[in-house]
């Protein structure tokens, strides 16, 4: 078994003694999509002792394009992306302790998941979450990688509590619905995602083995126009988060309707409901439009949207951007 890191244990800067730092670590990654799938396989690759993989999603064709953990069978047997990278990863590295989480990160649920974690791994596709994650970090003294990509280009940092600036420096708040690009109307290629997933692990494994050398900086890519930037960003004096306001952790409401990124879908989110019973809802919903489920989701398609509902209450409705549809359908069919 020492072998299988025999050629990251021989590079002097992890050695033996960097190998046995990362057989101790526990990281989270927070989605698992292209950058998530990246980061996932590189650490898991690596022997970090324990990794938690949360995500919310299901897979869907288009993901393959650069979703490097998913093939078609993942797809016809309608995984979620928390259980398909799970299997995929078990196969990779059986040493490692791996837990795929079929969750939405939210208020309600942050904190005990990233609870005890070394580093959390940004993989997620929008800006609340990151903001959400960020006021969890610094509350919890936990480091975090951002990384974002777009097109062809890509963005990451550190955000390392008392060290660096937070994400919440850099970004006051969140920008308003139609300006900030989105893989839906930008798209994206798999070079840069790979690249900015691979700029992560490298973070990682520094933060994790306590390297000298970890970017206090912002790199930003362009694989397409081949240009690399590094630049140094400030802690604002009156940033909230830094000064222990947490704003996006203390938001607590109740359902919350997201529209997903890329998807025409809308997720809902129920925090407040107990435990969904699917052959209950399955029998319920029957006579009504086409159910389907297995142990991770049902399916209910109806009104020329499709449901999905996850154990936990929380929803998707696909083939709408509508939030006010979506919640009609979700209060109609599955219930507040
Ligand atoms: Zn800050």
Redesign the pocket.
Known sequence: MTDRYSRQTIFPQIGNKGQQKLSGSFVVIAGCGALGTVTASALVRAGVGRIRIIDRDFIEFHNLQRQFLFDEEDINNQLPKAVAAQRHLEKINSSVSIEGVVADVNYSNVESLIKGANLIVDGSDNFETRLLV?DAC?KHRIPWIYGGAIASSGMTMNIIPDVT??????LPKLPSEGVALTCDTAGVISPATMTIGALQSAEALKILTGSKKVNHDVLMVDVWEDTFLKFKSR??TD?????GTYDFLDARHGTVTTILCGQNAVQILNPDRKKVSFKQLAKQLESLGRVSYNEFMLTFEVDHCELMVFPDGRAIVKNTNDEARARSLYAKYIGM
Do not use: H, Q, V
């Open positions: 960020n610094l600036p937070c994400f919440r420096c850099r802690r604002r940033c909230p988060a830094c000064s």
